[in-house]
Nanobody
Framework: QVQLVESGGGLVQAGDSLKLSCAASGRTFSSDVMGWFRQAPGKEREFVAAIDWSGRRKYYADSVKGRFPISRDNAKNTVYLQMNSLKPEDTAVYYC?????????????????WGQGIQVTVSS
């Protein structure tokens, strides 16, 4: 059974940093794109960042570009999202996703596997 488990969320103040991790089990994703999405209260889920299998190519939403570098460790089957300079508008449930073919896709339907999500709350 494939599982993606997010960790590292929590409550922080504006300007702080958090690092999210997503550990995959049940199959290896070393050949797949992995990414992050988020859903704020009352809003639809949106793309945040994605990384290709090698870790060399990355794609970001404009809202997080320059603040949220994405990385991965294929030996650990894990993807990370370092969130810096957090803003109240970054408050959301963050979801890890895996299994897409193209690192530049922002479509949820292109990802085959999803985590349960983890809450990130940024206070002003």
């Amino acid at each position: 059974q494939v599982q993606l488990v997010e960790s590292g969320g929590g409550l922080v103040q504006a300007g702080d940093s958090l690092k999210l991790s997503c550990a995959a089990s049940g199959r290896t994703f070393s050949s797949d794109v992995m990414g992050w999405f988020r859903q704020a209260p009352g809003k639809e889920r949106e793309f945040v960042a994605a990384i290709d299998w090698s870790g060399r190519r990355k794609y970001y939403a404009d809202s997080v570009k320059g603040r949220f570098p994405i990385s991965r460790d294929n030996a650990k089957n894990t993807v990370y999202l370092q969130m810096n300079s957090l803003k109240p508008e970054d408050t959301a449930v963050y979801y890890c996703a895996a299994g897409a073919r193209d690192y530049y896709t922002t479509r949820e339907s292109d990802y085959n596997y999803w985590g349960q999500g983890i809450q990130v709350t940024v206070s002003s």
